[in-house]
């Protein structure tokens, strides 16, 4: 990646890291100030929206790279046609959700959602527009912009958060509150776009075709893949309860920094994947993600072991003793961020197979929903996220195996496996050299916390020092630092 592309991978993965900390912060609060019932009836209020966030955002954010690199002299023309159509798409997500509440009442078993969903409209209309303007801000070079006021917003959406529950005690407020904070967060978005850009005066009726029959397809996958979360929710409110549900949505999160880190490299990436696919240079698009994936995997592999090896105390005194059923949801469902190093879809979408995507995650999902309800059954929530799990690694295979396809190459041309292995070997080894101070020395969360640090440094140096990985990225990110600079040098 050239220092212009590192620099924004820098600047996005620290935003997006941040921001799912401002989150991560929030949630020990929640649990705490909030009761089960009100905090799940929260969880299914977010669970719905998302899914209709799903389908109604069209996965316009993921084709709008593609026309923006095909039609870059009239940039002007296709931000307009894309801001029309989700301007369309919004209002059309607020009416369905309307229509869809008294029936959301009886599938979660909850007489306090369908009020609470007629409360979110707002945030329902906001959700979808905005990831399509974060998307153009992105393939503007404008990372850096887009971070800071990413942060701005997610602040404020903190802040009515915590005014509707502290000082209200009311997630009607707070529902009302996120929707005003999604409003605010939009408009940010918007007129930080530049003005030669900034334009919502025409739809290209052509050009608007175009891209829904590209989207279609992959909005049918996306909404499939979304229903699984969807499922998760109904089924584990219907078999079990709404405070089996909260126990589970507590634990079934990904860490911060670390999950979105690899969706910082690929929105960085994917604009440049999109224009060395239309060039033909495959073999350039095979070296620059093989860079990327394997390093998301020297920075995520050693967090996840560590987080695997200690995440009943971790998470016990991060919720409470009365959300202790939550850490083994929470060790299944990280299991999850041994793939998140890499964009399954990207090179999918960009060479138009998308109805590839579409076609296999459908039967997945059914699979899914069978293993759902046998897990459910006789695992209880923990059941729920090892059925998730076991869908999207099958799905990430067939994924893999496409783009490995449509790139002329093998598996292992992207993804060095023994890298891989030698990565989570390194940390496997220096997390049981912790483990036995825990045990025989200081049984305390507190000792984990102080000491994480100096085993994440630790690995990362190891690793680094044996050259498992190319070096050139981590010279340019860490070693202008003086004190990092005399440990790696």
């Not at 939009?186 to 025409?202: A, D, H, K």
């Amino acid at each position: 990646m050239t220092n212009s592309k590192t620099s924004q991978v820098l600047f996005l993965t620290i935003g997006n890291g941040i921001n799912i900390l401002i989150n991560f912060l929030m949630l020990p609060y929640l649990v705490r100030a909030m009761s089960y019932e009100d905090y799940g009836s929260y969880g299914q209020v977010l669970i719905v929206t998302g899914f209709l966030q799903t389908i109604f955002t069209f996965n316009l954010n993921q084709v709008s790279n593609l026309y923006l690199a095909k039609y870059q002299d009239s940039i002007r023309n296709v931000f307009s046609t894309l801001m029309r159509i989700s301007g369309l798409l919004a209002l059309l997500s607020v009416v369905i959700l309307f229509l869809s509440a008294p029936i959301l009442e009886y599938s979660f078993n909850n007489p306090k959602i369908d009020n609470l969903l007629f409360l979110s409209f707002l945030f329902m209309f906001t959700q979808v527009p905005i990831p399509v303007l974060m998307s153009v801000l992105i393939f503007l070079g404008k990372a850096k912009q887009q971070t800071k006021l990413l942060i701005i917003s997610n602040l404020i959406k903190v802040a009515f958060i915590f005014i509707a529950i502290q000082f209200y005690n009311s997630v009607e407020i707070l529902v009302i509150g996120i929707g005003i904070a999604g409003l605010i967060q939009l408009l940010m978005f918007y007129f930080s776009i530049p003005p030669e850009v900034r334009n919502v005066n025409q739809m290209d009726k052509k050009l608007r075709k175009e891209i829904l029959g590209t989207a279609a397809p992959l909005t049918l996958s996306s909404v499939v893949e979304r229903s699984v979360f969807f499922i998760d929710g109904v089924m584990i409110s219907s078999l079990l309860s709404t405070t089996d549900y909260a126990i589970y949505r507590a634990g079934a999160f990904e860490v911060p920094f670390v999950a979105g880190l690899y969706g910082s490299i690929s929105a960085i990436v994917m604009p440049e994947v999109a224009r060395l696919f239309m060039g033909n240079n495959k073999a350039e698009i095979i070296r620059l993600k093989k860079k990327a994936i394997i390093h998301s995997a020297f920075i995520i592999y050693p967090i996840l072991v560590f987080l695997l090896f200690f995440s009943q105390p971790l998470v016990q005194s991060y919720l409470t003793e009365n959300y202790a059923k939550s850490a083994l949801v929470f060790s299944i469902f990280n299991l999850s961020l041994l793939i998140r190093i890499n964009d399954f879809q990207d090179v999918i979408v960009i060479a138009g197979k998308t109805k590839f995507i579409f076609y296999n995650i459908v039967w997945l999902v059914i699979l899914n929903l069978g293993l759902n309800y046998f897990f459910i059954k006789h695992f209880g929530i923990a059941g729920s996220a090892a059925a998730f799990i076991v869908f999207l690694f099958v799905f990430a295979y067939i994924l893999a195996k496409k783009q490995s396809q449509i790139l002329n190459c093998r598996l292992h041309d992207l993804f060095d496996v023994i890298s891989f292995l030698k990565i989570l070997s390194i940390a496997i080894i220096l997390c049981c050299m912790v483990h036995l101070m825990y045990t025989f020395w200081m049984t305390n969360v507190w000792f984990l916390v102080f000491v994480s640090p100096f085993y994440l440094l630790a690995s990362y140096l190891i690793i680094y020092k044996v050259r498992i990985i190319e070096v050139d990225l981590i010279n340019k990110l860490v070693l202008k630092i003086p004190v990092l600079n005399k440990l790696f040098k």
